[in-house]
C-alpha cells in the first residue's frame, strides 16, 4: 500500500480540485478539526450535523469538510424511497457549516454563531447516496466586518456534485436572541 485511501485524493489531483477555486495554497497544509472540536464550535446536533471531520483547514481562508454519507441518515426514509438521494439543501448546509468551521478557527468563538444570509448560483451536478463521501472544499471569497461571502463545491470521489456562492454573518449569540 502507499498510504492513500480511495477517498482521499493524491496531492496532484487535490491541487487540481482546488485550483477551480482560485485558491494558490498548497494541499495538505492546514489544521484538521476532529468532531469533538466540531461540535464544540457549531452548535448542531444529530441529525443535523453534518461535517464529520475538517481537514486542510487555514483559518478565515479556506478548507475541506469530510462528510460521510451512511445508508442510516434519516432523509432518506423518504428522499427517496427506494432510491435514496442525499437532499441537495443538505448539502448546501454542509458547505455553510463547512465555511463556518473555517471562520470560527479565527479564535474568539465563545457566544458566536454563524448565519446564512444568501445562496446564489446553486447547481447540483449528480445524486449523492449511501456509501459516498463528500469533500465540501470551501474558500473564502471576500469579508467586510461580520458579513463574509464564501463559494464552495462539493465533490465525490473527485467528482464536483455541488457547488454554490453564500454569505453568511457571524453574530453575537445574545444579540441574535435579540433579533428573534
Excluded: C, W
Excluded at 114 to 121: Q, R, W
Excluded at 135 to 146: L, N, T
Amino acid at each position: 500500500m502507499d498510504g492513500t485511501t480511495q477517498n482521499e485524493p493524491d496531492g496532484s489531483a487535490a491541487e487540481a480540485e482546488d485550483a477551480d477555486l482560485g485558491s494558490a495554497r498548497p494541499v495538505g497544509v492546514g489544521r484538521t478539526i476532529d468532531i469533538q472540536q466540531i461540535m464544540a464550535a457549531l452548535p448542531h446536533r444529530y441529525p443535523f450535523l453534518m461535517i464529520d471531520r475538517m481537514v486542510d483547514v487555514v483559518p478565515g481562508v479556506s478548507g475541506i469538510g469530510i462528510k460521510n454519507v451512511s445508508v442510516n441518515e434519516p432523509f432518506f426514509q423518504g428522499h427517496f424511497p427506494g432510491r435514496p438521494v442525499m437532499p441537495g439543501v443538505l448539502i448546501i448546509e454542509a458547505m455553510a457549516q463547512a465555511a463556518a468551521l473555517v471562520v470560527l478557527e479565527l479564535g474568539g468563538i465563545e457566544g458566536k454563531l454563524v448565519y446564512f444570509m444568501t445562496i446564489e448560483n446553486a447547481k447540483f451536478r449528480r445524486p449523492v447516496g449511501p456509501g459516498d463521501q463528500l469533500r465540501i472544499h470551501v474558500v473564502k471569497e471576500r469579508a467586510r466586518g461580520p458579513v463574509y461571502k464564501f463559494r464552495g463545491v462539493a465533490r465525490v470521489d473527485g467528482v464536483s456534485v455541488a457547488e454554490a456562492s453564500y454569505g453568511a454573518m457571524i453574530m453575537d449569540e445574545a444579540a441574535a436572541r435579540q433579533a428573534r
